[in-house]
């Protein structure tokens, strides 16, 4: 939280490198960009999201499985 894009996207490629195949990530964030691009980089990496919401006005949830 409170970091600006693509900050989020980045420590997101970065966390999801140190988990077992079948493990989830959990990213909170409150920057829009992220909304697009956190998802499209999960979906080209092959890494289902599993949860993706809102959870307050400009922030959101995404959590995404190590495929």
């Known amino acids: 939280m409170g970091q600006v894009c693509p900050f989020?996207?980045?420590e997101a490629k970065q966390a999801i490198k140190s988990l077992d195949v079948?493990?989830?990530l959990i990213i909170d964030f409150?920057?829009?960009q992220?909304?697009?691009s956190i998802p499209?980089?999960?979906a080209?990496?092959?890494y289902p999201v599993t949860n993706?919401?809102?959870v307050g006005d400009a922030t959101w949830t995404i959590t995404?499985?190590?495929a």
């Open 8 to 10: 989020p996207l980045v």
């Open 22 to 24: 079948g493990d989830e």
């Open 30 to 32: 409150d920057c829009t």
């Open 34 to 36: 992220g909304t697009d």
């Open 40 to 42: 499209h980089w999960a």
């Open 44 to 46: 080209a990496a092959g």
């Open 52 to 54: 993706f919401e809102q």
């Open 64 to 66: 995404v499985q190590k």
